[in-house]
């Protein structure tokens, strides 16, 4: 009896929180400048699918072009990053060197500044670069993260020692030692900081709009947001289908990444 009421309370604390992405799909669906339909009206006579097409192809606003912009970037993002700070976790984790926690230390020191504070300086770098309003900006500063480092580190620190020395012994490098034996023993930390990254990057609003200025170069998140009176800011059917474009690709990846969040993060916080 005490199962049966965890699962019945579970299934309403489910449908409580999956309510509010039902409801923008339904509305989506209506006729295009339709009102906000009342709850009893809430399912529509006959489902608007073209308002998909209309917001995706609209020729007076590029959706299509910001979605294959946000899906490039994050992209890069995610799989630079990856590569980044793993061969960075490695260092600190598996190499030995004069300074190495001293310098980790440094290193984790730069997640105390908020992001927003971190921009000026980022953005004065990117012009001097001469990379504003191209992917450059884009993906480049993107690439390091503080906290996906310390992630992988307190991982890999995991992994039993002996079988680098095991390998070392074999005459294996240090690069076949990441590549070959510790990203493979690795993989739950990494798609744990994979999923972490494409929420950030995919949801990111503030940089994108310091580093592009023309439209053919925005990001989903920046487009939608700048230039959503293009299609009537009181269009709730196109305003929705637009939020349900944005949000369908975080839910996927969520939906294939959740079964190693608690492991990773569970794993990477033991040492």
């Known amino acids: 009896m005490k199962k049966l009421l965890s699962y019945l309370l579970l299934i309403l604390l489910a449908l409580f929180l999956a309510a509010p ?4 799909i339904l509305v989506s669906l209506h006729p295009s400048k339709a009102p906000i339909p009342s709850v009893d009206k809430i399912l529509p006579d006959q489902a608007h699918w073209e308002n998909y097409r209309l917001v995706l192809f609209n020729p007076e606003l590029p959706v299509f072009r910001f979605f294959v912009n946000s899906v490039i ?4 993002v995610v799989f630079g990053q990856l590569f980044v700070t793993s061969l960075a976790a490695f260092g600190f984790s598996r190499l030995t060197f004069r300074g190495r926690d001293a310098l980790f230390n440094l290193f984790l020191l730069s997640l105390m500044f908020a992001g ?10 990117v012009r001097s670069a001469g990379w504003l309003d191209t992917y450059w900006a884009l993906i480049v500063p993107g690439l390091s993260s503080a906290f996906n480092v310390f992630l992988l580190r307190q991982f890999m620190l995991a992994i039993p020692k002996e079988l680098d020395e095991a390998a070392r012994l074999d005459g294996a490098g240090e690069f076949f030692i990441y590549r070959r034996l510790i990203l493979p023993l690795s993989k739950t930390a990494l798609a744990t900081a994979g999923a ?4 950030a990057v995919w949801t990111d609003f503030f940089w994108p709009l310091l580093a592009t200025n023309s439209v053919e170069m925005r990001t989903l998140e ?3 947001s700048v230039f959503k ?3 009537g800011g009181a269009n709730w059917p196109l305003q929705m289908t637009a939020a349900v474009i944005v949000i369908t ?8 990444t959740q079964r190693f969040f608690v ?3 569970t794993m990477g916080s033991i040492k």
């Open 21 to 24: 992405f039902v409801w923008m």
């Open 73 to 76: 970037v994050t992209c890069a």
């Open 116 to 125: 927003p504070v971190m921009q000026l300086p980022v953005y004065l770098l």
């Open 196 to 199: 972490f990254t494409f929420f």
């Open 222 to 224: 920046v487009g939608l």
């Open 229 to 231: 009176n293009s299609y």
């Open 249 to 256: 690709p975080l839910l996927l990846v969520f939906l294939f």
């Open 263 to 265: 492991k990773g993060i």
